[in-house]
Nanobody, 124 residues
Framework: DVQLQASGGGLVQAGGSLRLSCAASGFTFDDYAIGWFRQAPGKEREGVSC????????YYTDSVKGRFTISSDNAKNTVYLQMNSLKPEDTAVFYC?????????????????WGQGTQVTVSS
């Protein structure tokens, strides 16, 4: 079975940092793009970042560029999202997702597999 396990969320003050992890199993990790998405109450799901497990190419939405860094440990089948300089507007449930491609997509509709969400709350 394909499984994605997201973890690492929590409560942090503005300006703080968190590192999210997405542990994947049940598929050939190198053949997939892994994305992070977030959804705040009353808002649409937003593509935050993505990494191609095959060549390491990445994507970031404009609002997180320079603050968030996505990385992949293919030996552990795990993708990380290091989030620095967090802002209250980053508060959301964060999800990781995967789809079979060597390139990233920011559209959640492309993704076949989803992990459970992890809550990130940034206080002002």
């Amino acid at each position: 079975d394909v499984q994605l396990q997201a973890s690492g969320g929590g409560l942090v003050q503005a300006g703080g940092s968190l590192r999210l992890s997405c542990a994947a199993s049940g598929f050939t990790f190198d053949d997939y793009a892994i994305g992070w998405f977030r959804q705040a109450p009353g808002k649409e799901r937003e593509g935050v970042s993505c990494i191609s497990s095959s060549d390491g190419s990445t994507y970031y939405t404009d609002s997180v560029k320079g603050r968030f860094t996505i990385s992949s440990d293919n030996a552990k089948n795990t993708v990380y999202l290091q989030m620095n300089s967090l802002k209250p507007e980053d508060t959301a449930v964060f999800y990781c997702a995967a789809y079979p491609s060597t390139s990233c997509s920011s559209s959640w509709r492309m993704y076949d597999y989803w992990g459970q969400g992890t809550q990130v709350t940034v206080s002002s």
